[in-house]
């Protein structure tokens, strides 16, 4: 398992024993999270919904878990007690020691003086790998729960497995466009690394209009009207632009920039990878060749000529009949002559709208391709592309920001000629990310690279009778004494009826 382990997730603190040899423990862990100090500090304490105690379930409040584990510490505290009863004993002391290294750390870097909304800067958040977070100046109480997790934010995830400055912004569908800059946030996260450990991410949340401020300020080509500059992550997703509008901020790139996304793919800056769900879901599309029912087999006049057909299917459709009769709960119908059809179940209203329900489209399975893009082998490149007019080229230049001043970071600058839009031009290519339906990989590309399964080199529990075929298909053919008892039991029943 080792092999397939992130690096992050092979090592960790083991703080369970050096917190607990500590003989004033609890008394010292009660002042650390409820004291006075406590009271004084800026900012918000959010603890994760695991069930910690045996009072917590994933849908405890921060509230909830503070004081299960308060409570355990007090009664440890009045009991003389070393170690955890009824709480976890390995999670809960990670969680207090997160709760004592963050206070330390914010201590030391002053991070407890007030936030200036003027300066752009929102929140500064930071979470621990045990469960705690502490959000400055503060959250709002009611919308805790969406960052109580702190495995399950994306700032989190995306910064153990990036060694550098994470740069993000939300993500957006075609459909949802943002007009201005005033919803729009940037969130900037690092993990902090000591040795191979991460016990912690930072992250701090900016207004988009400071941030795009800063970086085009600092980049003099990209105060020229005449070109354009883009900022785009190692997936491919615009964060950033230097033109007025934000509406494709949050897009991926080769939605609104296809050839230039085309040209980088191909200089090597973005890798390209093809992944085939073969379990996806689409909506389902009525079809208008045929109004027959396509489950039904139409038997062709060989099969009526075949006595061996002939037979299975009356001794399947008497089954099937029987089988049906005994789940609804009347057997003795099987035999009757009149069934009456149970119409005053429904009045008329409910069963016009469960045949409009039964109309809708619903979901049917399907194939869907998705293209993934991600940093290639080439940190940097230029080119150009054709803009459509007579003689008509764009130029562009792309590299990566990893520079000795701000380290390493996920993010491309993409510097390219601004489209005339005074002259009439063609459309740009559109590369698309969403996966899209498709109808699976062509045979002939999968004989390019055959995959064969594995067969065991003896067969198990061989039969002198069995097929030689591992696994294999077995054909059975019916007993004619038993069609022959089936036939007439099932003709005397369709007379019965």
Not at 124 to 136: E, F, N
Not at 142 to 169: C, H, K, M
Not at 284 to 299: A, H, L, M, R
Not at 337 to 354: C, G, H
Request: aromatic letters at 12%.
């Amino acid at each position: 398992m080792a092999i397939v382990q992130p690096k992050f997730d092979l090592y960790e603190f083991q703080v369970a024993n050096s917190i607990l040899s500590d003989n004033d423990f609890a008394s010292t862990y009660i002042e650390l999270v409820g004291g006075k100090d406590e009271e004084k500090r800026i900012g918000t304490d959010v603890y994760a919904n695991w069930e910690l105690c045996p009072g917590l379930s994933s849908t405890s409040t921060s509230e909830e878990v503070l004081q299960e584990i308060k409570q355990e510490l007090e009664e440890m505290k009045s009991n003389s007690l070393q170690e955890f009863k009824k709480c976890d004993p390995i999670m809960v002391p990670c969680l207090l020691f997160d709760i004592k290294v963050v206070k330390e750390f914010e201590t030391d870097n002053d991070i407890g003086c007030s936030f200036d909304d003027d300066d752009g800067l929102k929140y500064l958040m930071i979470a621990s790998k045990c469960g705690y977070t502490h959000i400055y100046p503060s959250w709002d109480e009611d919308d805790i729960a969406s960052v109580q997790d702190p495995w399950e934010q994306t700032y989190y995830q995306r910064s153990l497995y990036f060694d550098g400055f994470v740069f993000a912004v939300p993500y957006k569908k075609d459909d949802h466009r943002y007009e201005s800059g005033d919803d729009l946030e940037v969130t900037i996260s690092m993990a902090i690394r000591v040795r191979e450990v991460i016990p912690a991410v930072m992250s701090v949340i900016l207004t988009y209009d400071q941030f795009a401020t800063i970086w085009t300020n600092n980049v003099e080509s990209c105060i020229n009207s005449s070109i354009i500059c883009y900022l785009i992550d190692d997936g491919g997703f615009l964060i950033s632009t230097s033109a007025d509008t934000t509406i494709d901020v949050g897009r991926f790139f080769g939605m609104f920039e296809g050839d230039i996304m085309s040209a980088l793919t191909d200089k090597g800056v973005y890798d390209k990878e093809e992944l085939y769900d073969f379990q996806a879901s689409c909506e389902s599309v009525d079809s208008i060749e045929s109004f027959g029912i396509k489950s039904f087999y139409v038997p062709t006049i060989a099969d009526f000529l075949n006595f061996n057909y002939v037979v299975t299917a009356a001794s399947w459709s008497f089954v099937k009949q029987l089988f049906y009769q005994i789940l609804s709960g009347d057997i003795l119908s099987v035999f009757s002559q009149t069934t009456e059809l149970p119409y005053d179940l429904y009045t008329t209203e409910e069963m016009v709208e469960t045949v409009e329900e039964s109309g809708k489209p619903g979901n049917e399975s399907c194939i869907k391709l998705q293209k993934l893009w991600h940093f290639g082998r080439v940190a940097s490149a230029e080119g150009n592309v054709s803009d459509c007019i007579q003689g008509g080229i764009r130029q562009w230049k792309a590299a990566r920001l990893n520079t000795d001043d701000l380290n390493a970071t996920n993010m491309l600058l993409v510097i390219v000629d601004a489209p005339d839009n005074s002259t009439t031009t063609c459309t740009s290519k559109v590369l698309r990310q969403e996966p899209q339906q498709d109808s699976g990989p062509k045979p002939e590309d999968e004989a390019k690279y055959p995959r064969y399964r594995r067969r065991p080199k003896n067969c198990f529990f061989n039969h002198s009778k069995e097929q030689h075929i591992c696994s294999g298909g077995i054909t059975i053919s019916p007993s004619f004494w038993l069609m022959l008892l089936v036939v007439p039991t099932f003709l005397l029943q369709q007379r019965l009826m």
